[in-house]
């Protein structure tokens, strides 16, 4: 999913909202609501997956980092 799915989604159902209440279309401003519900909801979960990813990537980091500390304190232990 891109980062501008959501976005056009948004605008796509404001402007199908905009040509409902112009033509008086019920079905097409009920379409352009649900267009704009959909982009949000795909921003949403794009921001949620891009924040999953930052904390697996500290996660990842501050192993790796308890790893490397560990085998330096054993290493240390070992040389004595």
Not at 49 to 77: M, P, S, Y
């Amino acid at each position: 999913m891109n980062d501008y799915s959501g976005k056009l989604d948004q605008a796509k159902g404001s402007a199908k909202t905009v040509a409902g209440e112009i033509t008086n279309d019920n079905s097409l401003k009920v379409e352009g609501a649900v267009d704009k519900a959909k982009g949000k909801t795909k921003e949403a979960l794009n921001d949620a997956q891009k924040k999953a990813e930052e904390i697996g990537d500290k996660a990842k980091n501050e192993i790796n980092k308890a790893k490397r500390d560990f085998n330096n304190k054993e290493d240390n232990v070992n040389n004595k």
